[in-house]
C-alpha cells in the first residue's frame, strides 16, 4: 500500500485488525525484552488499576489485551493459589512470553488463551474482575469488547483499564505519530477510530463504561513519565516494539521510514534532562461495576 491509497481508502477494521496481530506477531520478542521498562514505567498505574478493580486473594480474573503479561503477573501474585487469571490477547506469539514469564515466576495460577476482545468467548458471570493496560485504545469497536468484559463478570464484578490520555499530555508518543502522519501523509484518525489517545479525552472512557451498561464509574489521572538515560533509548524503545507506529510507517519505502526515525529522535530530545530523558506521559485509569 503506497501512502497516497492509504490516505483515500475508509477504515477497514477487519483488515486493521489482521495487521495489528502480524504486527505484535513480529514484535513479541522485543515487547517482552523491554519488560522491565515497561513495569517500571507502568508499574504504578498497573498497581492502582488492580486496587480499583480490588483484586484480592481467591479471585477469578480476566485480562483483556494482556499483551507480554507484567499486569498479569501482578493480579497473580494478588489472587495467590486460591485465585487464577485468564491472560488473552490476538497475538499467540506475546502470549508465549506471558506464560513463560508465569511459569519461571512461579505463578501456576495463569493460563493464556488467544482471544480477540471484540469476541471474549469465555463463560458468562464467571469472572470477579476484568482487566485491560493500555489495550482497550486499539480496540476498533470498543464497545464490543467492553460489552463482552461485562458478560464475563460475575454481578458486582469490576472492570478496570489503563490508557494514554490526550496527546497533548503524552508527548514521548503523540510526536512520534505525528511525525510519522506527516511523513507517511496519513490524515489524522476520524473519529471512533481506534488509536493511543482514542479514549483520553475528557470523560471519554467513563461515558464508554457507561454505554456499555456499567456502574460506579471511578477516573483517576496519573502522572508517568518514560525514563530513560537518553532519547535515543526512548527511540529504540518506540522502534522495536511499538506496533502502532510500524502500522503507520509500512507505506514507506527503508530511507524514508529512515528519514521519520531521525526527525523523531531530534524532537525528543527536548525530553532530556540532567537526570536523563524523561518522556511526557499522562494515563487515564478507570474502574467500573457490573
Known amino acids: 500500500m503506497t501512502a497516497t491509497t492509504a490516505t483515500t481508502r475508509p477504515f477497514d477494521p477487519a483488515a486493521y485488525k489482521t495487521t495489528t496481530t502480524m504486527q505484535w506477531e513480529t514484535a513479541a520478542d522485543a515487547w517482552h525484552a523491554w519488560g522491565p521498562t515497561l513495569e517500571r514505567w507502568l508499574g504504578p498505574a498497573t498497581d492502582l488499576m488492580l486496587d480499583l478493580a480490588r483484586v484480592s486473594p481467591g479471585d477469578r480474573v480476566l485480562d483483556v489485551a494482556a499483551g ?87 454481578p458486582g464484578g469490576r472492570v478496570a483499564a489503563i490508557v494514554y490520555s490526550t496527546s497533548d ?65 526512548c527511540v529504540r524503545f518506540e522502534r522495536e516494539s511499538f506496533g502502532a507506529l510500524h502500522q503507520m510507517l509500512a507505506g514507506l519505502d527503508e530511507p524514508s521510514q529512515e528519514k521519520a526515525w531521525a526527525e523523531i529522535g531530534h524532537e525528543l530530545a527536548q525530553f532530556e534532562t540532567d537526570e536523563g530523558f524523561v518522556g511526557e506521559c499522562e494515563l487515564v485509569v478507570a474502574a467500573a461495576v457490573r
Open 68 to 154: 507480554a503479561g507484567g499486569q498479569t503477573l501482578a493480579a497473580a501474585r494478588r489472587v495467590g493459589a486460591r485465585g487464577a487469571v485468564l491472560a488473552t490477547d490476538i497475538s499467540r506469539a506475546i502470549l508465549q512470553h506471558a506464560a513463560r514469564d508465569a511459569t519461571q515466576a512461579g505463578l501456576s495460577n495463569v493460563l493464556t488463551r488467544v482471544m480477540d476482545g471484540e469476541a471474549i468467548e469465555v463463560e458468562s458471570e464467571t469472572f470477579d474482575a476484568v482487566i485491560s493496560r493500555v489495550g482497550l485504545i486499539y480496540f476498533p469497536d470498543q464497545q464490543a469488547a467492553l460489552t463482552g468484559m461485562r458478560r464475563a463478570l460475575k
Open 169 to 233: 499530555r503524552n508527548g514521548f508518543f503523540s510526536i512520534p505519530v505525528s511525525i510519522i502522519r506527516r511523513h507517511a501523509k496519513l490524515p489524522p484518525p476520524a473519529a471512533g477510530q481506534p488509536g493511543p489517545f482514542s479514549l483520553g479525552g475528557d470523560g471519554v472512557l467513563a461515558d464508554a463504561f457507561a454505554r456499555a451498561g456499567f456502574r460506579d464509574i471511578e477516573v483517576q489521572t496519573v502522572e508517568a513519565p518514560l525514563r530513560l538515560p537518553r532519547a535515543i533509548e
